[in-house]
């Protein structure tokens, strides 16, 4: 069974300052993809960046960056330059990849709340 | 439409009444998965769909929840004799093979 665990309590960041959001995961599958989503008050999931297990490069998708280490399990987003619209819930998620190309159900973490100070 | 769509966006329901919610992916998605999410917590699987068959329903709280989809498409996914804990939101989200999920904005589900 996949497991993600997301425990930091809700952060806290200064405008402009990087934060890296902490998630590690467990599963037995050897094939797997990583999600982290952005959920504003609004409720909306915004998809931010994905990284696949066999991936030899760490994702980035404009400001977020994953800083991906297998051998950790461990998959933390990474915000630079925060803005205040980056104040959100954010979760992290994993699925497995079926090589048959079927698809899979995607696991969320608990998430992790992260305000940003003006 | 560009996204995914689901109806009502908020439903306030009688305990023991029976809800449909309906969610309409993005055309040509073939996966079309269920998630409810309690005040504040995380994302709970339901079930989702390959086509119109479902190979995973594990997350399906009782026999009272169940899903159909028809024509690679809509979805509906159907509460019988609602109970206060079932009082949530309901996420829909469709995606091609491999790929992200994309979300709806969910169905807000109140039982009174």
């Known amino acids: 069974a996949q497991k993600i665990t997301q425990t930091q309590p809700g952060m806290f960041v200064q405008e402009k300052e990087a934060v890296t959001l902490d998630c590690t995961y467990d599963?037995?599958?050897?094939?797997?993809?990583l999600f982290w989503y952005k959920q504003p008050s609004s409720g909306e999931m915004i998809f931010l960046i994905y990284?696949?297990?066999?991936?030899?490069q760490n994702a980035t998708e404009g400001r977020y960056s994953l800083n991906f280490q297998k051998a950790r399990k461990s998959a933390n987003l990474v915000i630079s330059a925060s803005q205040l619209g980056d104040s959100a819930m954010y979760f992290c998620?994993?699925?497995?990849?079926?090589?048959?190309?079927?698809?899979?159900?995607?696991?969320f973490g608990k998430g992790i709340t992260l305000s940003v100070r003006p | 439409g560009a996204g995914v769509s689901q109806s009502p966006s908020n439903k306030v329901t009688e305990k023991g009444k029976d809800v449909e919610l309906r969610c309409d992916p993005i055309?040509?998605?073939?996966?079309l998965y269920w998630y409810r999410q309690r005040l504040g917590q995380g994302l709970e699987f339901l079930i989702y769909?390959?086509?119109?068959?479902?190979?995973?329903k594990s997350g399906l709280p009782s026999d009272r929840f169940s899903a159909e989809r028809t024509g690679e498409s809509v979805s509906t996914l159907t509460i019988q004799r609602t109970q206060q804990e079932d009082s949530a939101v309901y996420l829909c989200?469709?995606?091609?093979?491999?790929?992200?999920?994309?979300f709806g904005n969910g169905t807000r589900l109140t039982v009174t």
């Open positions: 989200a469709s995606s091609p093979t491999h790929s992200p999920l994309h």
């Open positions: 599963t037995s599958d050897p094939s797997y993809g």
């Open positions: 990284q696949g297990s066999y991936d030899q």
């Open positions: 998620a994993m699925r497995e990849l079926i090589r048959t190309g079927a698809n899979s159900k995607l696991t």
């Open positions: 055309s040509g998605h073939t996966a």
């Open positions: 769909f390959q086509g119109n068959s479902a190979p995973d």
